[in-house]
C-alpha cells in the first residue's frame, strides 16, 4: 500500500464499533478547546462529531470553513 501523505480517511473499527469524527484530522480544529474549531467556534454539531455528516461540504453554520485534512 502506498504512503499516503493526507490524512483524510475516517476510521472505523467493527470489532468496537468506534469511529473517529473527521474534526480528528482537521486543520481547522482547536488546539487549546476540544470540540471547537474555526468553523464552529460556539461548538461543533453532534451530526459533525457522530460523523453522520463528514463536513466536506457546506454545513449550516459552518461560516463556510468546511473539512481540510491535516498535511502530513
Known sequence: MAEDKHVD?????????SV?????TC?????????????FPDG??????SCKNDH????RGDHGIQ???IKL
Open 20 to 24: 473517529t469524527p473527521p474534526c480528528a
Open 67 to 69: 473539512y481540510e485534512s
Open 56 to 59: 466536506r461540504k457546506p454545513f
Open 27 to 39: 486543520v481547522h480544529r482547536s488546539q487549546k478547546a476540544p470540540g471547537y474549531c474555526l468553523a
Open 44 to 49: 461543533i454539531p453532534e451530526e459533525i462529531l
Open 9 to 17: 480517511r475516517f476510521v472505523a473499527d467493527e470489532g468496537l464499533r
